[in-house]
């Protein structure tokens, strides 16, 4: 893997550059982003104009950072199909969990929208429910009707268009600006669907309370292990060491200034790695760990976190409880260092551009910003497993390796500089010199 740090870009383009080191780091937004939020604003209230109202049901089968993306990007495409997309439902891990979340009460076990986060779409409770959500909300994503004068079994995701015109224009000029700036839309989206309420944002005070003393500038670092370092290969991923990220926390220190360096991770021995790679760089940061790490690498390690929480062996609430904290710590940040192959880190970095209103520096280790996730390229990882495929008879049976759907000519070396495939793919290629 090949981290880009050498240079400055000459523009804030999250969806095409890696990394983006200006002079300064407190830099004001581009205009795009006090339109997207207007825009979304106006989206948001013609909500109470639908016909109906669908509760939002994110992916069981994910991880807390990629449920929290996904459900806010699936209550956009409700809304732009005529469905007033409130309330969020809560993953449904959560019931399992008895650690206290939001509320500290039920509700929050149930529910996002008035009990976790405030309800962007509050003006649209009244409406009644669609028909597609019963009995399954998820059924909402894609109803299956029947079209007329075709095949009886023949589907397509049916909208149900606005009659007021002047929600029409909202909703329609939101898609479009979506489509045009995927960033700037997903930073106002997240923004005004993941508000937290009361009681997360006690929680989120309380975290930084216990920061301690924490001067600025922030380089706010999310350490990812896990699933990136067990099934990495096969998903598009890189597992880095502690030196990989100490680099890039200590060129983006050098650059603004050695203040707090505030870390979110839940692998006990990254961390360790992490502060011996500061300590033989020489890089005097104020150190600030945020994470719960109680529960040994081993364990943690040892399967998917999905699995881990469906069995019992990590406490769902508890879990996503700290999270949701996380997160927020991540997005009060001045400098982002992650990767944008992680739900969780493309989340954080677009709410710290929303909540602090700057073209924030950032250094991912990985990819681009992408509103779809991602997949690094790499040839020495990836070249043998797509000859695996090739040759097996049995895809199926290769977790992953289809649902990416490698291809051979995903990156065509050599590139001058690190960008998308260009076969269209989300598949993102380090800059090369030779035909490795």
């Not at 509700?107 to 597609?132: E, I, W, Y």
């Not at 927020?328 to 602090?356: C, E, H, M, P």
């Not at 700057?358 to 991602?374: E, F, G, I, N, Q």
């Not at 291809?407 to 690190?418: H, I, K, N, Q």
Request: glycine share 6%; aromatic share 8%.
């Amino acid at each position: 893997m090949r981290v880009l740090l050498l240079a400055a870009v000459a523009a804030y383009d999250p969806e095409n550059q890696a990394t983006y080191l200006p002079t300064t780091y407190d830099g004001k937004a581009d205009t795009l982003q006090t339109q997207a939020q207007h825009l979304f604003d106006r989206a948001a209230r013609a909500a109470s104009r639908a016909r109906c109202r669908a509760p939002v049901a994110g992916h069981k089968r994910s991880g807390f950072g990629s449920y929290l993306r996904i459900l806010a990007h699936e209550a956009e495409d409700l809304l732009l199909r005529g469905r007033a997309p409130t309330p969020l439902l809560q993953h449904a891990l959560l019931e399992k969990g008895v650690g206290s979340l939001g509320d500290g009460g039920p509700c929050a076990k149930k529910q996002l929208s008035g009990c976790v986060f405030h309800d962007a779409f509050a003006g649209a409770k009244a409406l009644p429910v669609c028909a597609c959500a019963n009995p399954n909300p998820v059924n909402c994503r894609g109803e299956r009707v029947r079209a007329e004068r075709a095949a009886p079994r023949s589907t397509y995701h049916r909208a149900l268009p606005y009659t007021d015109g002047e929600a029409k224009r909202a909703v329609e000029d939101w898609r479009r600006f979506a489509e045009t700036y995927p960033f700037w839309a997903s930073s106002a989206l997240f923004s005004a669907v993941l508000r937290p309420q009361k009681r997360l944002r006690e929680a989120i005070a309380d975290a930084t309370t216990k920061l301690g003393e924490a001067p600025r500038p922030w380089v706010a670092a999310h350490l990812r292990r896990g699933d990136a370092c067990r099934d990495g290969a096969y998903m598009g991923r890189t597992c880095s060491s502690g030196d990989d990220y100490a680099r890039a926390c200590c060129d983006a220190g050098r650059r603004y200034g050695f203040g707090t360096l505030v870390v979110a991770t839940d692998s006990s021995s990254a961390l360790a790695e992490l502060k011996d790679a500061l300590d033989k760089r020489g890089c005097p940061f104020t150190f600030r760990a945020t994470s719960d790490n109680s529960v040994d690498d081993e364990t943690r390690e040892s399967a998917r976190v999905e699995d881990l929480l469906e069995s019992n062996v990590l406490d769902s609430a508890k879990e996503f409880a700290g999270v949701l904290v996380d997160v927020f710590l991540l997005a009060s940040g001045d400098i982002y260092i992650g990767k944008f192959t992680s739900n969780l880190d493309r989340l954080a970095y677009a709410l710290l551009v929303a909540r602090k209103g700057v073209a924030a520096p950032y250094v991912s280790l990985d990819t681009a910003w992408s509103k779809d996730t991602p997949a690094l390229f790499d040839a020495a990882t990836h070249r043998p497993l797509q000859k695996l495929l090739n040759e097996t008879l049995h895809k199926s049976q290769l977790r992953n390796i289809t649902r990416k759907k490698l291809r051979v000519d995903e990156c065509r070396a050599p590139r001058a500089v690190a960008g998308w495939s260009e076969t269209g793919s989300r598949w993102w290629c380090p800059a090369t010199t030779t035909g490795a």
